[in-house]
């Protein structure tokens, strides 16, 4: 089992309607909780931030966080076709030091 | 301010040659690493360093080597190049951990065509 799974996708929403990503974790003492936006042949973009348990809204980017049940979710309102792109989850897992793992991406395309 | 560079953009080199993949950053941050990233397997940790004068193996070390030379420069090593190797590899950076934030901050990258 992955440590940290994400659907792959692809994943297609229209012009302004909400996305919701969604991933899962097997540690169930990870602390930290990223995401992560990269677009074709670019590097990954840190978006969202997360640590506590409960929803952190940043602009458009709703993250939130549910460590009962080791999922972390993005949303993403009003979603415009500059949002598509890959979207990855990352976990810091408690005894990896500074290390992050990360999930293999969900493909989002907004379409106009 | 450039964040964290990479050098080169691009390389193709032939099975068993090697070469040197630079990464720098401006930001004072304490660690760094390196990851590979290839089609539907996300991003893989190879090496990384916590700080300066450390240096430790990630998930898949095989094949490379590293030098954290100075706070700023982290060099990850192929010596003798694989077609395995072929990968788009990215170098990170991390602060000082502040409470639970342990967030990186990404270079553009290297794509790397071994033939």
């Known amino acids: 089992q992955k440590e940290v799974e994400q659907n792959s996708g692809p994943l297609s929403v229209p012009e302004g309607a909400i996305a919701s990503l969604n991933c899962t974790y097997s540690?169930?003492?990870?602390?930290?909780f990223f995401w992560y936006r990269q677009y074709s042949g670019k590097s990954p973009e840190l978006i969202m931030s997360?640590?506590?348990?409960g929803d952190k809204e940043d602009g458009r980017f709703t993250a939130q966080l549910n460590k009962a049940s080791q999922y972390v979710s993005l949303l993403i309102r009003d979603s415009q076709p500059s949002d598509s792109a890959t979207y990855l989850c990352?976990?810091?897992?408690?005894?990896?030091?500074?290390?992050?793992?990360f999930g293999s991406g969900t493909q989002l395309t907004v379409l106009p | 301010n450039a964040g964290v560079t990479q050098t080169p953009k691009f390389q193709v080199l032939k099975t068993g040659q090697s070469m040197t993949l630079q990464c720098a950053q401006d930001?004072?941050?304490?660690?760094m690493y390196w990851y590979r990233q290839d089609p539907g397997m996300g991003l893989r940790l190879i090496y990384y360093?916590?700080?300066?004068?450390?240096?430790d193996k990630g998930e898949v070390p095989n094949g490379y080597n590293v030098s954290r030379l100075n706070k700023r420069e982290f060099s990850l090593r192929l010596e003798s190049a694989a077609p395995s190797q072929t990968s788009v590899y990215f170098c990170?950076?991390?602060?000082?951990?502040?409470?639970?934030?342990?967030?990186?901050?990404f270079g553009p990258g290297t794509r790397l065509t071994v033939t």
């Open positions: 997360i640590y506590s348990n």
């Open positions: 540690d169930r003492v990870s602390q930290s």
């Open positions: 930001m004072n941050h304490n660690s």
């Open positions: 360093s916590a700080s300066e004068g450390t240096t």
């Open positions: 990170a950076s991390s602060p000082p951990i502040r409470g639970d934030s342990y967030e990186q901050y």
């Open positions: 990352a976990v810091n897992q408690v005894g990896s030091a500074r290390q992050l793992t």
